[in-house]
């Protein structure tokens, strides 16, 4: 059966500094994989979604960027964090139309 | 672009209650899903439903495509049914992005 990592699973840094948290799919070969953002209270923002290995597509600029090493890792990252980078960040895959959730970092960002 | 509207935003049943939640959307889509995220903020598929009817124990959910909305039922509610629902949407050719409502906060008491 499929799984789906994050990590870590919570995460406070100051302004300024960099954020690197991963993403792995275990199970299936060729996902689509997704990058989420929830602020507090609010519905699901999608950042940036994969299609294969190197080729990512952002729905959203910002100071965040996304890479796709291997087929099934998929990595969000920031040179500078700000305040408004803190949220619920949650990875998803999909092989067709149903997309299947992580377990999600929280990120502080102070 | 695609505006999805849930309602009502906030729920409050007792245990055995009977509920449905809406969701409206703008356009025309061919992806539609239903998850349930619990308190601990991890995200579950409940339904893939761009149309018709579909049952899984207590819950149902019907999609009227034609008219643009969609229906979750949830029959004799559970305190473990508490967390918030989304519907979330996607446009044909779209790689299986999706976009999410705003979501509806369920809690229900003993």
């Known amino acids: 059966s499929q799984t789906i990592h994050q990590w870590p699973a919570t995460l406070v840094q100051p302004v300024g500094s960099p954020l690197s948290l991963e993403c792995t799919v275990e199970?299936?070969?060729?996902?689509?994989l997704y990058w989420y953002r929830q602020a507090a209270g609010r519905g699901l923002q999608l950042l940036f979604y994969?299609?294969?290995?190197?080729?990512i597509s952002s729905e959203v600029p910002q100071n965040l960027s996304a890479s796709r090493p291997q087929d099934r890792q998929f990595i969000l990252s920031s040179k500078k964090l700000l305040l408004s980078d803190s949220g619920f960040y949650l990875c998803?895959?999909?092989?067709?139309?149903?997309?299947?959730f992580g377990p999600g970092t929280r990120l502080l960002v102070l | 672009g695609i505006q999805v509207e849930q309602s009502p935003p906030d729920l409050i049943l007792q245990e055995g209650a009977n509920s449905t939640l809406r969701c409206n959307f703008s356009?025309?889509?061919?992806?539609l899903q239903w998850f349930h995220q619990n308190p601990w903020g991890q995200l579950i598929n409940l339904f893939y439903?761009?149309?018709g009817t579909k049952q899984n124990g207590r819950l149902s959910a019907t999609t009227v495509a034609t008219e643009r909305y969609s229906l979750l039922y949830i029959s004799s509610s559970q305190t473990t049914d508490s967390g918030v629902y989304f519907c979330?949407?996607?446009?044909?050719?779209?790689?299986?992005?999706?976009?999410f409502g705003a979501g509806t906060r369920l809690a229900v008491h003993p």
């Open positions: 998803a895959w999909s092989l067709t139309e149903t997309q299947y």
């Open positions: 199970g299936t070969s060729n996902p689509n």
């Open positions: 994969s299609i294969g290995i190197d080729q």
């Open positions: 356009d025309s889509v061919n992806n």
């Open positions: 439903i761009p149309s």
């Open positions: 979330a949407v996607g446009l044909s050719g779209g790689y299986n992005k999706l976009i």
